[in-house]
């Protein structure tokens, strides 16, 4: 091998009871909605404070959701997947795919890359700026003088 292992990450199933605020979590995806280039999975965004998801404490933001009381979750719309959670009963039985660990070799963030390349784009902005107002303030402190 070239030094990389193959990682798989882990499925595994998690029962929720449906508390005053819902299941307490966020999702994003859908084939209408892709949170990932070229995947339609539904994931998990925000997990509520207080709420049923944070209480039992193994579902996490980034996580993928597979299925819902037995429903697979593949090639829905967000509004379609929502609705299924929305329609689910009080107790929810969850099928879940953990997200990865990040490693030192690629992204620490589970979101897609238009965050990072935004930062990017503005700390080049802001050196853009810096630089032009020194170059400026040298210029009115020192100008040019005919030899």
Known sequence: MNGSALRTAAVL???LRRGP??????IVGGVD?????????????KIKENGAAALDGRLQEGDKILAI?????ENLTHGAAVELFRSAGED?????QKRLPTTSNGPAN???DRDSSQAVGAVTIAIMVAVAAI???IYKRYPRRPF
């Open 13 to 15: 199933d998690i029962q």
């Open 21 to 26: 605020a819902g299941l307490g979590f966020n």
């Open 135 to 137: 170059g400026f303030i």
């Open 110 to 112: 589970p979101r897609p």
């Open 92 to 96: 929810v039985q969850l099928q879940v």
């Open 69 to 73: 009381n037995g429903h697979k979750l």
């Open 33 to 45: 909605q892709q949170y990932l280039l070229e995947d339609s999975s539904i994931y998990v965004a």
